[in-house]
Structures are given as C-alpha cells and as structure tokens.
C-alpha cells in the first residue's frame, strides 16, 4: 500500500539554525501539506501546496518557513532560523483532488525537530 | 470558543464494548469531516471521512454527522485493545480549500 514518508525521523538543531524536512508524498498524489504538532497540542495546519505554488498558508506560516518541491518525488518544508517553540512534531501529507476524495490527506509518520 | 471541541479523555472501556466518541464544533460552515487514529508519537491515520450530515459504516466504525446540531461522533464496535489510541477528529469548509481544523483528539485505552 502506498505511504506518505518522512526524514529523518527525528532532528535536533540549534537555536538559530536552518533545518529541512524531506516528505515523499504518494506518487499520484497533487495535494501537498504540512501540519505541527507541538508535544500534547493539537495537530495544525501549516501550509498546503499545489501545482508547485502555495495554495493556503496559516498564521504560523511566517516568513521564516518556506516549501519546495524539488523534483518530481520530494516535497520539503524549511526553516530559516529555528527557534525553541518550533520544537514539534512535523507532518507530511498528500492527497488527490478527485471527486469524493478531495479531503482524504493521508499523513507521513512525522519529523521530530528538537530545537535546543 | 473553540472552533472544534472534544473530550480528552483518557476513556478506558473493556474489550469487546463498544465506543462512541464525539466532537462538537462551532462553525457552520464545515462540511467535510474525518476521524483520524494516531498511536503515540506516529502520524495521523485516515478512519473515515463523511460529507455532510448523515452515517457511513465502514467495518467495525460508524462515523455520524449531525449539523444541525453542529456534533460529529465515531463508533467503535467489538473495541480491541488494538484499538488503544488517540481519536482525532477533522473538519474543513469550502472558505478553507482542503486544510483541516483538528480537535485536540480524544485518547481511548481498551482493556483486555
């Protein structure tokens, strides 16, 4: 069965620093997402993508994140300058845009960032 | 208010009962609404997902919408201990293209 997959699994940086999380999305997927989970919060909305441009961002989106889609099988999420609060649990997603299926994402199994 | 609300839990049932967990939300205006299962420290996991108001049956899961009353609820039949999880619901509308509004999940413990 098809899956979303992430790396690495866990990833601890500095204050400061740049990190990039990788995501390969299901291959006949259009829909790209990224969604946090900070430590015994809820799951939200980050950004989604499609047609290699943002479709929808969040107010946690801010300037110090940014997606890209690489080549045809890589989706990744960027963080300039990380800081402490943006240790979380990051999730892929994807989906495909058919009728009666639009709003089934299936998520990757996360990236965990540890900010230190 | 919340936009989406449901009961932490932890919830411990016996197994073999059946279940029900619920979410509540305040905007009208969702239509598309999913439950999600997340063991500890993994990815959401896709259940079910339901337009509108109404029941789907998949399996051993119900999942009902019911928007007049703005309450969503997943039923769990014959629960197994394999079945131990957090439950998250998720609901969009058309003003939010296909990004979710999550609840904070509810966690469930099935006991042998």
């Known amino acids: 069965e098809p899956e979303v997959t992430q790396t690495p699994s866990h990833q601890v940086t500095q204050m400061g620093q740049e990190v990039i999380l990788r995501c390969v999305p299901i291959?006949?997927?259009?829909?790209f997402y990224w969604y946090r989970q900070i430590l015994g919060q809820k799951v939200e909305f980050l950004v989604s993508?499609?047609?290699?441009?943002?479709?929808?961002k969040s107010e946690i989106f801010d300037d110090q994140f940014s997606v890209e889609r690489p080549d045809g099988s890589n989706f990744t999420l960027k963080i300039r300058s990380t800081k402490l609060e943006d240790s979380a649990m990051y999730f892929c997603?994807?989906?495909?845009?058919?009728?009666?299926?639009?709003?089934?994402?299936?998520f990757g199994p996360g990236t965990r960032l540890t900010v230190t | 208010q919340k936009e989406v609300e449901q009961d932490p839990g932890p919830l411990s049932v016996p197994e073999g009962a059946i279940v029900s967990l619920n979410c509540t939300y305040s905007?009208?205006?969702?239509?598309?609404f999913m439950w999600y299962r997340q063991y500890s420290r993994k990815g959401p996991e896709l259940l079910m997902y339901?337009?509108?108001?109404g029941n789907k049956e998949d399996g051993r899961f119900t999942a009902q919408v019911d928007k007049s009353s703005k309450y969503i609820s997943l039923f769990i039949r014959d629960s197994q201990p394999s079945d131990s999880a957090t439950y998250l619901c998720?609901?969009?509308?058309?003003?939010?293209?296909?990004?979710?509004?999550f609840g904070p999940g509810t966690r469930l413990s099935v006991l042998p």
């Open positions: 997603a994807s989906s495909v845009p058919t009728s009666g299926s639009s709003y089934e994402q299936y």
């Open positions: 291959s006949n997927h259009l829909y």
């Open positions: 993508f499609y047609n290699n441009e943002i479709s929808e």
């Open positions: 905007n009208s205006a969702f239509q598309y």
């Open positions: 339901t337009y509108s108001s």
């Open positions: 998720a609901m969009s509308h058309p003003l939010y293209g296909q990004n979710f509004v």
